[in-house]
């Protein structure tokens, strides 16, 4: 078995990855940087088996994906669906040669954007929030809003990632408040490590307003469990269809991931609190969740359960989601195991055994 990774070089994904094919006692893999895909290299050849990771954290490729003269400059949030149109073409690309690939195309096309793997998930009766029609700026938002009587919602751009420019969003009599890792400027929005609160209506708007030609998905806020004084959801590995790897993501505000600063939670106490049957349940959900991605070796869910901890529901289903650093299940972290249910068969033996949702 020999493996090419499409990546960027410099990225600890490629390197984690890399060490763990080397681990297994297989070639050391290919590398086909994303610049290179997005410059009309050509693709891995028929016989390939193809990884293809994030194509984040570069400023060159992101320029690339979104067809642009110029970089963005740091952690401006610009051309997020141009950004998309550029993966999903990128991904075609690389399968064009007839390798197989590891995430299938369709795979990625729908896990990045949050509208499509909404009504997926929703459609194979996976428990996800209820989700407002499309909204096209701040008025027509509040109009849902009210339309719905809800008054939280999350606010998403349709193809962000890592909380980039999503928006909680409570209002009520004494006014409104938004939590949100945008910083508003006024020559442009730029994503933040740091989360912000704003107040002001009008701010809140012209942030709206601008985000939403890219394409914004608005889900209704769902009251999450605590522990001790945070708030907490999971991050959780499906490998081959079988939940691996786990992660608690503790919190203060409605946004957990742990970039911005946010505490890892005690797995152990979070299942104590569900109950083992309710930790069953939420496990055969992230089932269901990747038998809707039969084309992809791995998928990322993000399970939040819900006050009083006899409910669940799923966040996000994230195609990237996999860089879990110091998580080990039976001796294997995340690369690991995907490597192992590469040669042990695991993966065929699934995919082949299970029918894919409708997608």
């Known amino acids: 078995m020999r493996l090419t990774v499409v990546g960027n070089p410099a990225n600890r994904r490629v390197s984690l990855f890399t060490r763990a094919v080397l681990a297994a006692g ?29 194509a984040g954290e570069d400023p060159t490729v992101d320029r690339l994906l979104r067809g642009a003269p110029t970089d963005a400059r740091h952690g401006e949030l610009v051309g997020l669906a141009d950004a998309y149109a550029g993966l999903v073409d990128g991904v075609a690309r690389v399968a064009a040669g007839g390798a197989e690939l590891l995430n299938r195309p369709e795979d990625v096309a729908v ?52 909380a ?23 020559d442009g929005l730029f994503n ?14 012209a942030i709206v307003d601008r985000l939403a030609p890219d394409g914004l998905h608005v889900e209704r806020w769902l009251p999450k469990a605590g522990l001790g004084d945070r708030v907490v959801d999971v991050r959780v590995v499906v ?29 152990a106490a979070l299942r104590a609190a569900v109950g083992e049957a309710g930790w069953a349940a939420a496990m055969e959900t992230c089932e269901r969740v990747a038998a809707c991605f039969t084309g992809s070796l791995h998928v ?60």
Request: glycine letters at 10%.
């Open 164 to 186: 980039a420019g999503v928006i909680a969003l409570a209002v009520g009599p004494r006014g409104l408040r938004a939590d949100t890792t945008v910083e508003h400027t006024p």
């Open 239 to 267: 490998v081959a269809g079988r939940p691996t790897h786990a992660v608690v993501r503790a919190a203060r505000g409605p946004l957990t991931n742990l970039h911005l600063g946010n505490a890892r939670g005690d797995l």
């Open 111 to 162: 896990l990045c954007d949050k509208r499509r793997c909404h009504a997926v998930l929703s459609a194979a009766g996976v428990p996800v929030p209820a989700a407002l029609p499309p909204v096209d700026g701040y008025p027509a938002l509040r109009a849902a809003m009210a339309g719905a009587g809800w008054h939280r919602v999350f606010v998403k751009p349709a193809h962000g990632s890592s």
């Open 300 to 359: 990322s869910v993000d399970l939040m359960f819900l006050a009083g901890w006899r409910r669940h529901a799923v966040a996000e289903v994230n195609a990237f989601g996999d860089l879990l650093p110091g998580v080990v299940t039976d001796g294997r972290d995340t690369y690991a195991e995907q490597v192992h249910a590469l040669t042990t068969g695991r993966w065929q033996r699934w995919r082949t055994g299970v029918g894919a949702c409708a997608a």
């Open 26 to 54: 297989l070639p050391r893999p290919e590398v086909l940087p994303w610049v290179d895909v997005l410059t009309d290299a050509a693709p891995p050849p028929a016989d390939a088996l193809v990884r293809v990771d994030s």
């Open 192 to 205: 933040s490590l740091r989360v912000r609160r704003y107040t002001d209506e009008a701010t809140v708007a």
